[in-house]
C-alpha cells in the first residue's frame, strides 16, 4: 500500500479558523468607536489583530508539519528562556507597565507577553517529566515536589506582575494533569492546603483584589466602583435577548462596558448577536475540546497524550473562565476569550498550541 499525504483533525482546524474569523469581526465591532475616539483611526486594533493573526497562521502552519517529538528535546531550552523573559518583564526598559501591572516586553511597535508562552512552555515540561517519571508520580518527594518547585518558579514572577488570572489558570492546568496522569489525592488535598492560604493572602493584600471579590458578591452594591463592569456586562446581555441588536449595533461599547474588545468581548457578541451567539460560541469552544481530548486519546505516543491534554485544558478553562466572568459566574480575573479577544501574545501562542495539537492529530492517508 502507498502513503498518500498527512491528514490532521480537519474538524480542529475549522473551529479555529471560525473562530479566529468571528474574532476578527468581534474585535473591529467593539473597539472601532473607542480607537476613533483614541487613535483616530476606527481600524486601529482590528489592524494590529490581523497582522497577529497572521503571524499566528504561519507558526500554526509551521507547527502543522514539525514532529512535535522535537518539543521534547527542546523543553528545558524553551523553560529558561520564558523564566528570563519573565525576569525581564520586571526591569524598567524592557518590561512596560500599562494600568498598574507590569507583563509586557517591547519588540519593535509591537508588545509581547511572556505569560503567554509560560503556560505553553509548562505544558511541555509537565508532559516530558510524565514521560520520564510517570511511575514515581505517586512518590511526594520524587515525583510530585520537583513539579510543584518547576511550577512556582513560574507561578510567582507571574502572580507579582500582577497576573491572577494566569496564575490561576496555569495551576489549574498543572494540577488536573498530574490528576489525569494519577496524582494521589491526598498530595492534590495537601497542595490545596497550601494554596489556598496563599491566594487569600493575595487578594486580601491587594485593594483592587479584594473589591472584585466583594463585587463578584453583590455587584449592586458597587455598582458605580468595583461592580460597575460586570453590571454593564449584564445589560449587554439582556439588550441582546435571542437574536442580538446586529453587529456594530452594540450600545454598551460606546464607553460603558471598559474592556468591551478584551476581556469583555464576550458580553458584546451577547449583545449583538444575542443568545443564539453566544451559544454558537460555546459550542464551537466545546467542539474544540472534544477534538482535542480526542487527538489526546489517538496520540502516537505518551509525550503526545500529555500535551495535547494540557494543550485542550489550556484553551478549555480560559475560554470558560472569561465567559464566565462576563455572565457574573466568577471575579473578575483579566483573562481574553481565546481567538477572539483582542490580544496578539495570546492568539498567537494558542494558534501555536493548535499548530502542535494539529500535528499530534496526523496519520497517514493509505492509497
Known sequence: MKLKQLHCDSILLAVTIILVLIGLVMVFSSSGVYAME???????????????????????????????????KYTYYIMGLVFLMLLAVMIPGFGKEVGGARRWLVLGGFTFQPSELAKFAL??????????????????????????????????????????GTA??????????????????????????????????????????????????NPWENESNAGFQVIQSFYAFGRGGVFGSGIGSSSQKLFYLPEAHTDF???????ELGF??????????????????????????????????????????????????????????????????????????LMLSIGVLLNISEKPIQK
Open 168 to 217: 490561576i489558570t496555569i495551576c489549574a492546568v498543572t494540577f488536573i494533569m498530574l490528576m489525569l496522569a494519577g496524582l494521589r489525592s491526598k498530595f492534590l488535598i495537601y497542595s490545596i492546603l497550601v494554596i489556598v492560604p496563599l491566594f487569600t493572602i493575595a487578594i486580601m493584600n491587594a485593594e483592587y483584589r479584594m473589591r472584585r471579590i466583594v463585587a463578584f458578591l
Open 38 to 72: 483614541k487613535y483616530n483611526d476606527a481600524y486601529y486594533f482590528l489592524k494590529r489583530q490581523v497582522v497577529w493573526a497572521a503571524l499566528g497562521a504561519m507558526i500554526m502552519l509551521s507547527a502543522r508539519k514539525m514532529d512535535y517529538r522535537n518539543l521534547e
Open 123 to 164: 505544558i511541555l515540561f509537565i508532559a516530558k517529566s510524565l514521560v520520564k517519571r510517570s511511575d514515581q508520580l505517586r512518590n511526594f518527594a520524587y515525583g510530585y515536589l520537583p513539579k510543584l518547585i518547576v511550577l512556582s518558579f513560574f507561578f510567582l514572577p507571574i502572580l507579582f506582575q500582577p497576573d491572577f
Open 265 to 271: 468581548i464576550f458580553s458584546v457578541i451577547g449583545e
Open 276 to 349: 443564539t451567539g453566544a451559544l454558537i460560541i460555546i459550542i464551537l469552544f466545546s467542539m474544540l475540546i472534544w477534538r482535542g481530548f480526542f487527538i489526546a486519546y489517538h496520540a502516537k505516543d505518551s509525550f503526545g497524550v500529555h500535551v495535547a491534554i494540557g494543550l485542550t485544558l489550556l484553551i478549555g478553562i480560559q475560554a470558560f473562565m472569561n465567559m464566565g466572568v462576563t455572565v457574573g459566574l466568577l471575579p473578575t480575573k483579566g483573562l481574553t476569550l481565546p481567538f477572539v479577544s483582542m490580544g496578539g501574545s495570546s492568539l498567537v501562542i
